[in-house]
């Protein structure tokens, strides 16, 4: 069975750190980019990050593009999202979600989501 | 960054009906649209991709169509397990959602 499992949500303070990761199985990890997406409690899906299926290219979004780094192990089957200088605006669930080609293209695979929570 | 405008907001239908959603980008992405299903509390699911390509193992209900900057998902007879939220994307620049279209059964 495909699946995606996020780990390492919960509560941070404004200004802190948080690394998730993402355990992929039941298909070739590292034929695929992976992404980070994003919800807020009650609002609409926010592309995060993207990462090529080598691990050569990534992606991010104006609102974290120098506080988040994505990267990935291929020989771990594990992806994995560093947040640092985190804010309020960053609490949301975050889905781990696999693509369907090794570049970003469509979203074929979601993980279950974890949620990062920023409040002091 | 290429922006996605999605209409409705919001929209209640019959069961039955024939329910049309569209989603504008702000400069041609070509086919490069995909549209996806979010059930209240579940991750989004892959409906259609490249605008018109229907997921392997979506009912035939479902579909999409259009190009450059105009597209539309349709449902051509709406079902009670259709309620959900739906989100158009487009991947032709970086990634960037639609603001999503809320449907409800009348």
């Known amino acids: 069975e495909v699946q995606l499992v996020e780990s390492g949500g919960g509560l941070v303070q404004p200004g802190g750190s948080l690394r998730l990761s993402c355990s992929a199985s039941g298909f070739t990890f590292s034929s695929y980019a992976m992404h980070w997406v994003r919800q807020a409690p009650g609002k609409g899906l926010e592309y995060v990050s993207a990462?090529?299926?080598?691990?050569?290219?990534?992606y991010y979004a104006d609102s974290v593009k120098g506080r988040f780094t994505i990267s990935r192990d291929n020989s771990k089957n594990t992806l994995y999202l560093q947040m640092s200088s985190l804010r309020a605006e960053d609490t949301a669930v975050y889905y781990c979600?696999?693509?369907?080609?090794?570049?970003?293209?469509?979203?074929?695979?979601w993980g279950q989501g974890t949620m990062v929570t920023v409040s002091s | 960054d290429i922006q996605m405008t999605q209409s409705p907001s919001s929209l209640s239908a019959s069961v039955g009906d024939r329910v049309t959603i569209t989603c504008q980008a702000s400069?041609?992405?070509?086919?490069?649209l995909n549209w996806y299903q979010q059930k209240p509390g579940k991750a989004p699911k892959l409906l259609i991709y490249?605008?018109?390509n229907l997921e392997t193992g979506v009912p035939s209900r479902f579909s999409g169509s259009g190009s450059g900057t105009d597209f539309t998902f349709t449902i051509s007879s709406l079902q009670p397990e259709d309620i959900a939220t739906y989100y158009c994307q487009q991947y032709d620049n970086l990634i960037t959602f639609g603001q999503g279209t809320r449907l409800e059964i009348k």
């Open positions: 990462i090529s299926s080598n691990g050569g290219s990534t």
């Open positions: 400069q041609d992405i070509s086919n490069y």
């Open positions: 490249d605008a018109s």
């Open positions: 979600v696999k693509d369907i080609s090794r570049t970003p293209d469509a979203f074929d695979i």
